[in-house]
């Protein structure tokens, strides 16, 4: 392994820039971080060139603990946005510098430079100054000095951000060929996902903080865990289905006497979309009809918008797309033969097909908030937790008034206060797999605090809490509590189970949560560590919410201060995830 | 063929106009007074103004003006530079108010610096009773000369080198950081080139400030005749007598010694600015 992260965080001012990134980048590999600005990916690749310290995790090079090094120590190669070379020298004293700062031999210095400028193809610029270079030319100065001393990893920080797009592309190329001549371990920082694809060995995509994925780039694209992703990596359409047997479906009317299909989040990308004159000609899944809205000629591939009808597909985030009666709009792209195929124009009527639908592992697919009137269930609506959470989660937030004969499908949410027990129970007990109890101030958290009332319950909990986890920038934390009269032996058995949990939400969740172990009753270690930080949402996960001790749960839902509470109930996701 | 020489693209209108109004400025205000000062030397012939050059009390004036002027520039342009540095990479508490307090030597009347100064450093003094029992007697000395140029000095430094220093990219530091390069070596080999222009001046406009001050120095160096006594100082005791030719010639030496010094730092730094802004940024 040549770098290794583990849980890394930084903070400014108390909120985290970097939250709990663990990473291994191997021997020769050029790793990508992508993400938007301000995800904190400059700030994650400052923390392991050691130009930013750290408040928790730690760094590893090549085996070495490099934590609590300096940037000199570190033996590492850095190429800035905006070059940063020292205009005051020549090309060649600045490709020198390094060298020069460990007294190396002149001659030692002019061979390596000679070299750094042959690879760099820049040979005979030496005595030029940095000034008088283009900027496409800084930067491949700025890269022979990062590798004149050798560095066990390059890292580069936007290289080619402050360069135009033909240049940029032509240093692309060089980059690639450098890194695999020297078979150099490299991370590149980037917003621009085309650059991404055009380099990476792997990508890793960061948000808010977090690294949500880390893939080789094609499953990235084709296989996406989360929102973020299949939206940032390409254009995709979110669609909410209802999962039976092997197909996806795109309407929710169920037939009588069927099984209540399970809703998930579905991934449709624009040029997966098939369009048909009429429903028998199209080949693919048939997912409704609809109306071309826009056509936009983009040389080899035409962009259409279509309008779904009212009855249609369900997108994931109706509000950006007007009334829900207007039907959503669905983006499709389609190559030369089958625009020759099929011609359309604006306003045709068109059949529409899925070719391939990729189906998002979050069991978070939308949120019904339920009350007894309108009004209430138009404030939980409104408040401000639930609808941040579904504007980052991108995902619809429906209304139901009234309880109605079984739990609505997604996640249902209703208000803390007076009865909501009650309301609660009433949910987990008629097909809830999980359920969000909202104050109507509550922001979003800062903590999150993840507990399961039994071993069973944690395979169904952790998912949740990594769907919710990966839309809020919040510190999490598994609680693992016993009874205090367990012995020294079962101690270390507890131990090692809140590690393997640990292990597993990272692995298969890309969720880095850390863990404590506590002895006592569940009740008091929960209780102290939601008065120890104020602003915390409990994920309380169950095999059976029959098991639950209401008149606790009660008095934390009923009582002052009002705190959102996740109730995971195992036992119906499970089934959910069998069916 | 005189028109194409000077043409030069210029947001400001009219090269003529500028030109014409510069020479004119220059002349009123700073050249006639000089050339009044050199035909007033000019009336003296070469012996007398030869006697006054060599005077003893004089030559001992020079060496004190100068020397002291000097001495203050390059402590100045050493301790001014650690000001601005504070200044400009850390943000403290009462950094608004140090930066207010740096001007201060400039709105001051000299002779309050100078009184201000007298009054701290003199042997019953608040600062000299301390040196005193060390040994160390500033007031009424060079050494008190020297103290009232820091002073007065200080501020030029600052200001030239302050933003110099912004300008100086943190990424610049961290790039020699991560090649390698210790504090020190950051410091001598990036940040020192960067400012070094900007230090120069500060340093070239505290050494002049300091070749002519007078306020604040005359009631510090206790004026003895050959021991603490500046060149302005005398050239006023000359005037005091009536001698306005004697004042005239000291005043011509004070000049073209000055310009001598300013003239070659100016070489200097354009020797300098050439070598590294080659050909255009």
Known sequence: MSIVLDQVTKRYQAIPVVNDVSLKVEQGEFLVLLGPSGSGKSTLLRAIAGLTEIDHGRVFLHGRDVTHMSAREREVGFVFQHYALFRHMTVGDNIEFALRVRKAKAAERRARRKELLRLVALEGMDDRLPTQLSGGQQQRIAVARALAHRPQVLLMDEPFGALDAKIREELRRTIRQIQRELGMTTILVTHDQEEAFALADRIGVMHQGRLLECGRPDDLYTRPQTRFVSTFLGAANLLLGYRSAATVRFNSQVATGEAVPREVVAVLRPEEVELGADESRVRSNFVGFGEVEEVLFGGAVERLRVRMAGDGPVPVAPGRQGSPEAGSLLEVSRTLPEQRDFPVAIGRRVAVGARRVHVLPTPISSFTAVAETEAEAQALCDSPLLSTLGARMHTRVAMRVGRGDRAPPGMPAVATGTGSAAAAQWQLRHGAAQLLCVPSTAMLPTHVLIHTLDAGARRATVPVAASLLRHVAAESVYLGIHPAASIEKERAEYMRELLDARSAALAEHGLDMRTELRFGSTADELGRELVAHPNTMLVLGTSDPGHIDWTWLGSLLEGQPERPVLIVNAAQAEQALGN | ?281
């Open chain 2, 1 to 281: 063929m005189a028109s194409t020489w000077f043409r030069n693209p210029s947001i400001l209108p009219g090269f003529g106009l500028t030109l014409g109004f510069t020479t004119f400025f220059l002349s009123v205000i700073v050249l006639l007074p000089l050339a009044a000062l050199v035909f007033k030397t000019a009336s003296l012939t070469w012996s007398e103004f030869f006697s006054i050059l060599v005077d003893p009390r004089a030559v001992a004036s020079y060496r004190l003006s100068f020397g002291a002027a000097l001495l203050a520039a390059t402590i100045n342009a050493f301790f001014g530079f650690i000001v601005a540095w504070s200044l400009v990479r850390y943000d403290f508490p009462g950094r608004r108010l140090v930066d207010a307090l740096i001007d201060l030597p400039f709105a001051l009347p000299t002779a309050v610096s100078g009184i201000a100064l007298a009054a701290v450093f003199s042997p019953s003094g608040w600062l000299g009773q301390k040196l005193a029992m060390a040994g160390v007697q500033v007031a009424y000395t060079w050494l008190g000369v020297v103290v009232a140029l820091i002073l007065i000095g200080l501020p030029f430094v600052v200001r030239s080198v302050q933003p110099a220093l912004v300008e100086v990219q943190r990424d610049l530091e961290e790039a020699a950081e991560t090649l390698g390069a210790g504090p020190f070596h950051v410091f001598r080999r990036i940040i020192l080139p960067a400012v070094f222009p900007a230090l120069l001046t500060g340093f070239t406009l505290a050494l002049a400030r300091g070749i002519g001050e007078y306020g604040s120095v005359v009631f510090i160096s206790g004026n003895l005749p050959l021991k603490t006594e500046i060149t302005p100082l005398l050239i006023v005791i000359k005037l005091e007598q009536f001698d306005y030719n004697g004042a005239a010639a000291l005043g011509f030496i004070m000049l073209v010694m000055s310009f001598v010094m300013l003239f070659a730092i100016n070489l200097v730094q354009a020797w300098g600015r050439r070598r590294h802004v080659a050909a255009g940024r």
